[in-house]
């Protein structure tokens, strides 16, 4: 060939591709090359009009491609494919890409270079993800996984305060799972984790388990809750084995310890101090032990068994269960169900939802209990229109105490209606209307740029105007900012209640904290003032 160049031109198709389409084709050293024009500029072959390179797992096509052999290509503005993964680059130099961008499903990567190798290797990597923002220093790419090395992950939308690094890490495109063996970093911090798995696609649940909270009534709570102990091949923030260890009711007579540990469905809990006893549960079975109970409905001993089936919309859980408490003892033996309907229709649906729970006593002389409940609610949307209308209730026709707390369903009804066109909503709810009787009538507007404003009437044992407003939410690509919801009630003789809540996000994190005074409550509600502490991943 001209110049000594290791190419012969095909007049037929090399390959079953679209490369093998051009007018002009030929098969080099790096593939079969093709255009709608060939020439040549001395030593270099120049390919014009959808110019491509094509071979197995790559396809590259440019407006102008030159080609030397030995040294390899010179193009801009190129797209196409590598192992599966879409790819555009802003240039080829050699056969290096350039700025190159690869996507695939949700996932989308940038490399500084992109060596076309077999399998392609990216350097300089950047990953964008659903939940993640990702860095490699390399990434080789395959139709079946990524190979990361170097690898770092956080799912902060500024900064690094939380981060995940694996000094190898596989990815699958499919799933978006992540699995090497890796460390959890939290601020300064950096906690091994051994062989661990994260999902690009999911974000993971990292909340603070420290708790700093207190009340007038209940005393200060302060301690660990939920504190993650991770297992190899876990998912991050997924963990199922969590510590807690609580001191509760400071400042009151009712100060206590609380030690757990629980994995999955099963764990055991002791308390020392105020209400001191042990429990245990492993799925469906349940055992505690008060010795000294601090009420008459808290059993001193308490044994349950209570599986739970579900067949499409039904819901069973039997149980059997003996206990001894201050006023009973012996045997039940009881099944709680509900099912859930719901019927659609153009703008219209109607759900249905009845309850049942009855309960035996066997060898005792307590009298059968059971309780009949349900609700149905209607509903219409049509665009920025939407109605619903709602009931529910519940009848105990036997007994209205039964011998034990647990199997108690008090009575009750509830009636609501609401209505919300656009940014504007209206909702009235009644609430026992034959005992303690509560209206609450609430109007609302949101709007994405002014935040919710809400005003509500509640009447119960008085009269009660609230008021709250709460700006919208700080955009996650701002790095930092101050959030604070108000919302106060002024009933009669003056002011019933106020509250603040206050976050601070950084690029990270939003560290909370809310407080409130209940100075008139409405019927039995708790008052005097509340407060607590919280800290969550943006």
Same mark, same amino acid.
């Given at each position: 060939?001209?110049?000594?160049?290791?190419?012969?031109?095909?007049?037929?198709?090399?390959?079953?591709?679209?490369?093998?389409?051009?007018?002009?084709?030929?098969?080099?050293?790096?593939?079969?090359?093709?255009?709608?024009?060939?020439?040549?500029?001395?030593?270099?072959?120049?390919?014009?009009?959808?110019?491509?390179?094509?071979?197995?797992?790559?396809?590259?096509?440019?407006?102008?491609?030159?080609?030397?052999?030995?040294?390899?290509?010179?193009?801009?503005?190129?797209?196409?494919?590598?192992?599966?993964?879409?790819?555009?680059?802003?240039?080829?130099?050699?056969?290096?890409?350039?700025?190159?961008?690869?996507?695939?499903?949700?996932?989308?990567?940038?490399?500084?270079?992109?060596?076309?190798?077999?399998?392609?290797?990216?350097?300089?990597?950047?990953?964008?993800?659903?939940?993640?923002?990702?860095?490699?220093?390399?990434?080789?790419?395959?139709?079946?996984?990524?190979?990361?090395?170097?690898?770092?992950?956080?799912?902060?939308?500024?900064?690094?305060?939380?981060?995940?690094?694996?000094?190898?890490?596989?990815?699958?495109?499919?799933?978006?799972?992540?699995?090497?063996?890796?460390?959890?970093?939290?601020?300064?911090?950096?906690?091994?984790?051994?062989?661990?798995?994260?999902?690009?696609?999911?974000?993971?649940?990292?909340?603070?388990?420290?708790?700093?909270?207190?009340?007038?009534?209940?005393?200060?709570?302060?301690?660990?809750?939920?504190?993650?102990?991770?297992?190899?091949?876990?998912?991050?923030?997924?963990?199922?084995?969590?510590?807690?260890?609580?001191?509760?009711?400071?400042?009151?007579?009712?100060?206590?310890?609380?030690?757990?540990?629980?994995?999955?469905?099963?764990?055991?809990?002791?308390?020392?101090?105020?209400?001191?006893?042990?429990?245990?549960?492993?799925?469906?079975?349940?055992?505690?032990?008060?010795?000294?109970?601090?009420?008459?409905?808290?059993?001193?001993?308490?044994?349950?068994?209570?599986?739970?089936?579900?067949?499409?919309?039904?819901?069973?859980?039997?149980?059997?269960?003996?206990?001894?408490?201050?006023?009973?003892?012996?045997?039940?033996?009881?099944?709680?169900?509900?099912?859930?309907?719901?019927?659609?229709?153009?703008?219209?649906?109607?759900?249905?939802?009845?309850?049942?729970?009855?309960?035996?006593? &066997?060898?005792?002389?307590? *009298?059968?209990?059971? +309780? =009949?409940?349900?609700?149905? %609610? @209607? $509903?219409?949307? #049509? !665009?920025? /229109?939407?109605?619903?209308?709602?009931?529910?209730?519940?009848?105990?026709?036997?007994?209205?105490?039964?011998?034990?707390?647990?199997?108690?369903?008090?009575?009750?009804?509830?009636?609501?209606?609401?209505?919300?066109?656009?940014?504007?909503?209206?909702?009235?709810?009644?609430?026992?209307?034959?005992?303690?009787?509560?209206?609450?009538?609430?109007?609302?507007?949101?709007?994405?740029?002014?935040?919710?404003?809400?005003?509500?009437?509640?009447?119960?044992?008085?009269?009660?105007?609230?008021?709250?407003?709460?700006? &919208?939410?700080?955009?996650? *690509?701002?790095?930092? +900012? =101050?959030?604070?919801?108000? %919302? @106060? $009630?002024?009933? #009669? !003789?003056? /002011?019933?209640?106020?509250?603040?809540?206050?976050?601070?996000?950084?690029?990270?994190?939003?560290?909370?904290?809310?407080?409130?005074?209940?100075?008139?409550?409405?019927?039995?509600?708790?008052?005097?003032?509340?407060?607590?502490?919280?800290?969550?991943?943006?």
């Amino acid at each position: 060939m001209q110049r000594g160049l290791a190419w012969f031109i095909l007049l037929g198709t090399a390959l079953a591709g679209p490369c093998a389409e051009r007018p002009y084709t030929l098969e080099s050293e790096e593939g079969l090359l093709g255009g709608e024009n060939l020439s040549y500029d001395g030593e270099v072959l120049v390919l014009e009009g959808r110019a491509c390179l094509e071979r197995e797992g790559l396809y590259l096509e440019a407006p102008l491609l030159r080609y030397r052999e030995g040294e390899g290509f010179q193009a801009k503005e190129l797209r196409g494919e590598a192992q599966g993964w879409r790819l555009e680059a802003e240039r080829i130099e050699g056969k290096t890409l350039y700025g190159a961008r690869l996507e695939r499903g949700r996932l989308k990567a940038r490399a500084e270079r992109l060596l076309l190798e077999t399998p392609p290797l990216g350097q300089g990597v950047e990953l964008e993800s659903p939940a993640y923002r990702v860095r490699a220093e390399e990434a080789r790419f395959t139709r079946e996984e990524a190979r990361l090395k170097g690898f770092l992950a956080t799912p902060c939308p500024c900064g690094e305060e939380a981060r995940l690094r694996m000094a190898e890490a596989r990815f699958d495109p499919k799933t978006g799972e992540l699995l090497g063996e890796a460390s959890l970093g939290l601020w300064g911090l950096e906690i091994p984790l051994g062989e661990a798995r994260a999902n690009a696609n999911r974000r993971p649940e990292l909340k603070s388990p420290l708790v700093f909270s207190g009340s007038e009534s209940g005393g200060l709570t302060l301690g660990l809750q939920d504190f993650p102990l991770p297992k190899p091949g876990e998912e991050i923030g997924r963990w199922e084995r969590r510590l807690t260890l609580l001191a509760t009711g400071l400042n009151t007579p009712k100060e206590a310890l609380q030690l757990g540990l629980r994995e999955g469905g099963r764990g055991a809990e002791a308390r020392l101090g105020y209400a001191a006893g042990v429990k245990a549960y492993w799925d469906d079975l349940f055992f505690s032990s008060t010795p000294t109970p601090p009420d008459t409905n808290t059993p001193r001993l308490e044994a349950r068994y209570a599986p739970t089936f579900r067949v499409e919309g039904l819901t069973l859980s039997p149980f059997l269960r003996y206990a001894e408490t201050g006023r009973s003892q012996g045997w039940t033996l009881g099944v709680e169900g509900s099912y859930r309907q719901t019927l659609r229709e153009g703008p219209l649906s109607l759900t249905l939802s009845p309850t049942l729970l009855a309960a035996f006593y &066997p060898r005792t002389p307590y *009298a059968p209990y059971l +309780a =009949l409940g349900g609700s149905v %609610e @209607g $509903g219409f949307q #049509e !665009g920025a /229109l939407a109605l619903r209308l709602g009931y529910a209730g519940r009848l105990e026709p036997l007994e209205k105490t039964p011998p034990f707390i647990y199997e108690n369903r008090d009575e009750f009804q509830r009636l609501f209606l609401e209505g919300r066109l656009g940014p504007f909503s209206l909702r009235y709810t009644l609430e026992n209307p034959l005992g303690y009787r509560l209206d609450r009538l609430e109007a609302e507007y949101r709007e994405e740029a002014l935040g919710t404003l809400r005003l509500a009437y509640v009447r119960g044992s008085f009269g009660e105007l609230r008021l709250a407003y709460a700006p &919208p939410l700080p955009d996650r *690509a701002c790095c930092q +900012a =101050l959030w604070a919801a108000l %919302e @106060g $009630g002024v009933g #009669e !003789g003056g /002011l019933s209640r106020y509250g603040l809540t206050l976050r601070y996000y950084d690029g990270c994190f939003a560290y909370e904290v809310r407080a409130q005074n209940v100075l008139k409550g409405q019927y039995g509600e708790a008052t005097g003032l509340s407060f607590s502490f919280g800290l969550s991943l943006r």
